[in-house]
């Protein structure tokens, strides 16, 4: 997860800033942002066979590494965090843009300053969201290759390595009475991290909402 946030965020923010305040309005935009909406919407299983094609031919000996699962489902939150970013940037009135450029700021400053420090908000909210829907995600990473036994603790973002919800997969077919207890116990885990995240996301609308 955190490798997916490293990546999906800044990418999916500096993404939704050009679409919206740089990109000129030609049919190669518009291409790009039908492109985006049609990302959001594909199943998770596709991201999975890109990563395997794509990332797995880059790295070979990676094969199960946290590094290859978070650049996978980096893949598939970032049309989220693009999609709510462009939205939380379009909120911002124009008013505010205007009011920058008049006292001498310039684009860029009027984009980083003002603009996308009152669309944080609803960024936020969809990054936490976005990466509420990968924390559950299990067949990108089945395709990649986490759902090898892992004997020892990974050691590093390179090191072969399991994630909670292929383990509760392979828990769920085992027949002794201590697996099911372990099953049981990691599906509360990953119920708290995905009420946590989604609690975490209402609260920022919440609590820093603009109304103009």
């Known amino acids: 997860m955190l490798v997916t946030l490293l990546l999906?965020?800044?990418?999916?923010v500096l993404a939704a800033v050009y679409l919206e305040e740089y990109a000129p309005?030609?049919?190669?935009?518009?291409?790009?942002e039908v492109s985006i909406n049609n990302l959001a919407a594909v199943p998770s299983i596709i991201f999975g066979l890109l990563g395997l094609a794509v990332f797995l031919w880059i790295f070979p000996n990676y094969r199960s590494a946290p590094l290859i699962g978070g650049m996978t489902l980096a893949l598939m939150t970032m049309p989220v965090i693009v999609i709510s970013g462009r939205n939380a940037i379009k909120s911002v009135p124009p008013s505010?843009?205007?009011a920058a450029l008049a006292v001498g700021a310039s684009r860029v400053q009027t984009v980083f300053h003002h603009v996308l420090p009152l669309a944080l908000p609803g960024i936020l909210t969809g990054t936490i969201i976005g990466m509420a829907r990968a924390l559950g995600e299990t067949a990108p990473l089945l395709m990649i290759g986490m759902r090898a036994f892992v004997a020892t603790p990974p050691d590093g973002f390179t090191s072969p390595a399991s994630v909670l919800p292929v383990q509760i997969f392979l828990w769920s077919d085992e027949i002794d009475r201590g697996f099911v207890e372990r099953t049981s116990a990691a599906i509360i885990v990953l119920l708290a991290f995905l009420l946590v995240m989604n609690g975490l996301a209402i609260y920022l609308r919440n609590r820093f909402e603009k109304r103009w």
Request: glycine share 6%; aromatic share 12%; charged share 30%.
């Open 96 to 98: 505010i843009r205007d």
């Open 25 to 32: 309005k030609n049919r190669w935009t518009e291409v790009i």
């Open 8 to 12: 999906a965020f800044p990418i999916g």
